[in-house]
Nanobody, 118 residues
């Protein structure tokens, strides 16, 4: 059974940074494409970023240049470094298997809340 556990969210002011973590189990992580997706209040799931050992990384236009996805295959961990946070980044963040927007349909963890507010 695949388990995904996100952590690292919090309340920050605009311009600040956060680092999210996703602990995984039950999958061959080093061969898995992994993504971060988010859901803002009252909105649908939005793909944020993807990581694949073979392909590299990809980002949505809304976070490109500010967010960085990374992974530690030895620890089966996925990360999302979020810099220059904006109020519109406020959402529940989830990690999920898969690449690109297709990852929004895949199982995900319980999520971690990120709130950007002054």
């Amino acid at each position: 059974e695949v388990q995904l556990v996100e952590s690292g969210g919090g309340v920050v002011e605009p311009g600040e940074s956060l680092r999210l973590s996703c602990r995984t189990s039950g999958l061959t992580f080093m061969f898995a494409s992994m993504s971060w997706v988010r859901q803002a209040p009252g909105k649908g799931l939005e793909w944020v970023a993807s990581s694949s050992g073979r392909v590299g990384t990809s980002y949505s236009d809304s976070v490109k240049g500010r967010f960085s996805i990374s992974r530690d295959d030895a620890k089966d961990m996925l990360y999302l470094q979020m810099n220059s946070l904006k109020p519109e980044d406020t959402a529940m963040y989830y990690c999920a298997q898969g690449w690109g927007s297709g990852s929004t349909t895949k199982p995900r963890g319980q999520g971690t809340q990120v709130t950007v507010s002054s």
